[in-house]
């Protein structure tokens, strides 16, 4: 109502890691036209802001100084669906789902490359199965900033019911 009220587009704020597992929901967070942090893992938001926070530039149209509140950035990330609830409850940690999903997404690495990397199998399979789970949320979502080689969209697309898995 405001983005018509107003005329402005409304910007979703699903980043890549929960639009990669499904964290985003569709008409939900997810309703808008454009995502500016569609390509940025939860990590690299949260760096991100702290850099924002750490550094201005004469050219930046935003004030000088600490504009995302610290406590924003290190509070615990959750859906908000439940009381207490947090997204570790049901996800491995963001710096290890991160890292998984990186290894997954932009690596085009296998289930067994990982896992000899040293990452648990259990964890790994259960990121994969989420990524292709999420697929059909993400042929519904808003465009946004394409920030690497494999941004979901029209550079990383599987079928939605194939049922493709890595076998290892």
């Known amino acids: 109502a405001l983005s018509n009220k107003f005329g402005e587009m409304l910007l979703t704020t699903g980043n890549k890691s929960e639009v990669a597992v ?13 995502n500016p942090v569609k390509d940025l893992y939860k990590t690299r938001v949260f760096e991100s802001c702290r850099w ?6 004469p050219w ?8 995302i509140p610290p406590r924003v950035i290190d509070k615990p990330p959750t859906a908000e669906l ?13 710096p290890v789902l991160d890292a998984i999903l990186e290894r997954l997404i932009e690596g085009d690495a296998s289930v067994a490359a990982i896992v000899a990397e040293g990452f648990d199998r259990e ?4 990121v ?7 697929e059909y949320k993400r042929f519904q979502s808003a465009p946004g900033t394409r920030l690497t080689r494999h ?7 599987y079928p939605i019911v194939n049922r493709w898995r890595d076998p290892t």
């Open 22 to 34: 499904g964290y985003a929901t569709i008409y939900g967070d997810m309703a808008g036209g454009y």
């Open 52 to 57: 924002r926070n750490a550094n201005h530039r």
């Open 60 to 67: 930046m149209k935003g004030p000088a100084g600490e504009v």
């Open 82 to 94: 439940r009381a207490n609830q947090k997204d570790e409850d049901s996800l491995p940690p963001y």
């Open 123 to 126: 964890t790994v399979k259960k």
């Open 128 to 134: 994969e199965r989420l990524l292709y789970l999420s």
């Open 151 to 157: 941004a979901f969209w029209l550079d990383r697309r």
